[in-house]
């Protein structure tokens, strides 16, 4: 069963422009929703993360959007550069539940052209 | 540097010859977890350890065995490997702490089993 559902699988922006990825949850217990960023033949690296208890959480260029009572959050990327492409992952998890699991969307693939 | 470790990062290997991705951490954390990474299913949880000689089974946990005799090495252990068994695999690490599940990924293992 696929908890976390991410989409679209891939995406194309051209620099300059917004990038914007999707996501959404079942489980209603998660309460940590981060985006990891992933570069080939590297493991992910946590991007930016929100709590459930704010509706967004901006850092530079990239923003979480969280809505709540559709059980959706979304990662946006400002001024999209060629350095941002990567595939990017959210996850979600339950803090101080023992296992620190993290359920993890199937991820998108983002290219930024020039 | 604050650094998890995985060796080998690749490996091809026969169907059923025992074989073991040696995972290592130098945080200090106390979590530790094992991914597989796979095309269109996203990272799953194989198996996590909260402490040294405490694991248990995360996601999809057959077919693998894990040992924790040391605080900061994580071994994965793949007893007969089939083809299934084929994928990227990343070894994470967290510190445990309610207010903090930032994960710190590996390198990655790349295994084909053939």
């Known amino acids: 069963q696929q908890q976390v559902k991410q989409s679209p699988q891939s995406l194309i922006v051209q620099k300059g422009g917004i990038s914007i990825i999707n996501c959404a949850y079942e489980?209603?217990?998660?309460?940590?929703f981060p985006w990891y960023q992933q570069f080939p033949g590297k493991g992910p690296a946590l991007l930016i993360a929100?709590?459930?208890?704010?509706s967004e959480k901006k850092e530079g260029r990239f923003t979480i959007s969280f809505n709540k009572s559709a059980k959706q959050f979304s990662l946006h990327i400002m001024d999209s550069q060629p350095g941002d492409s990567a595939t990017y992952f959210c996850?979600?998890?339950?803090?101080?539940?023992?296992?620190?699991?993290?359920?993890f969307g199937t991820g998108t693939r983002l290219t930024i052209i020039p | 540097e604050a650094q998890v470790t995985q060796n080998p990062r690749y490996l091809i290997t026969v169907t059923g010859k025992k074989l073991t991705v040696t995972c290592s951490q130098n945080?200090?954390?106390?979590?530790m977890s094992w991914y597989r990474q796979d095309p269109g299913l996203g990272l799953r949880q194989i198996y996590y350890?909260?402490?040294?000689?405490?694991?248990d089974k995360g996601d999809v946990p057959e077919g693998y065995k894990v040992s924790r005799k040391e605080k900061r090495n994580f071994p994965l252990i793949l007893e007969s490997p089939s083809p299934n068994q084929t994928s990227l695999y990343f070894c994470?690490?967290?510190?445990?702490?309610?207010?903090?599940?930032?994960?710190?990924f590996g390198p990655g293992t790349r295994l084909t089993v053939l």
């Open positions: 945080m200090n954390h106390e979590y």
């Open positions: 929100i709590r459930p208890d704010v």
């Open positions: 996850a979600a998890s339950i803090l101080g539940f023992g296992n620190e699991k993290l359920t």
């Open positions: 994470a690490s967290n510190s445990g702490l309610p207010s903090d599940n930032e994960q710190f």
């Open positions: 350890s909260m402490n040294v000689e405490v694991t």
């Open positions: 489980n209603t217990a998660f309460d940590y």
